[in-house]
Every structure is written in C-alpha cells, then in structure tokens.
C-alpha cells in the first residue's frame, strides 16, 4: 500500500503541474485513493456545456490493479451505466487490459474522449448503442437534453 500511495501522489502531482483542459481532479481524503473529478464536456461534442462529476477510486494494489471510474452525474451515453453506480466501460479499465505502465492521466484523457466519441460496440447500455447507430439525431437531441437537465 505504501507503494501505490507513493505512486499515486507522483502521478497527483505530475497532473497538477500540468493540467489538461477540461479535466480538475481533487483528492477526497489524504490517503489520496479516491479523487473528485469534474470533466467539461468537449467543446466540439453533443457533451459541450455540461460539467460532469466522476469518482475515481484506486485499489491498494495500484499499478498492478486498474482504477475504478464512475460518472456521479447522469449521461446519455452508450458507454456509461444509467443506474446509480454511473459504471463506465473503458477497455483500459479492464483487469484484463489494464497495464501497470498505464496512468491515471491516460485513464481521464480516455474517458474525455468517450464524450467525443461514444464507442457503441462496447456498450453498458445496449438501448442507447443501438439508438446511436440507427437513429443518430435522437441520440444526440436526448443526450442533449441530459446534459441540461443532469450535467450543470
């Protein structure tokens, strides 16, 4: 545990010194294994103008257990759970995946991506995936609507 938290305050301070636009994380207690995380919605995507709220949670085993992230603010989005646990399904999060050279910076760049780009082949929400394949318009007008209505 020492050397996760070791490691995770190398990494905390690495994103401090250079911050990324559109992502702000903040530690939630001093053991620094869970992170407050606030993404804005990329300019260019159906997400712009929305402020979402991420949790990040990091395992004792960290780097050799990958993080967990989860949208605490709701989204219409194939690629994030529309239940409480706001579970997201990122490839690199994946046990089977996850890489211990990966970084929490890459994980959070990721998940802003997801917002550009929706990956409906590996979707939580299969409803929402085929509605982004079949009928994109309706997709977008209600994930447009979410972020007005949940993503102030």
Not at 5 to 33: C, H, L, Q, W
Not at 79 to 89: A, L, P, T, W, Y
Request: glycine share 6%; with cysteine.
């Amino acid at each position: 545990m020492a050397q996760a938290a070791k490691r995770i305050t190398r990494e905390y301070g690495e994103i401090e010194a250079n911050p990324v636009a559109g992502i702000s994380i903040r530690p939630i207690d001093e053991d620094m294994f869970k992170w407050n995380i606030e993404l804005t919605g990329p300019k260019d995507s159906i997400y712009a103008g929305g402020t979402f709220k991420l949790l990040l949670t990091l395992p004792a085993n960290y780097p050799f257990k990958p993080p967990i992230l989860s949208f605490q603010t709701k989204i219409y989005h194939p690629n994030v759970s529309n239940d409480d646990k706001g579970s997201m399904c990122l490839g690199i999060l994946r046990s089977d995946q996850w890489k211990p050279s990966c970084k929490i910076m890459a994980v959070l760049e990721m998940a802003r991506g997801l917002l550009l780009e929706p990956n409906p082949d590996d979707a939580v929400e299969t409803t929402i995936a085929e509605q982004f394949k079949t009928d994109k318009s309706q997709f977008e007008k209600n994930a447009k609507q979410w972020v007005k209505q949940y993503a102030k």
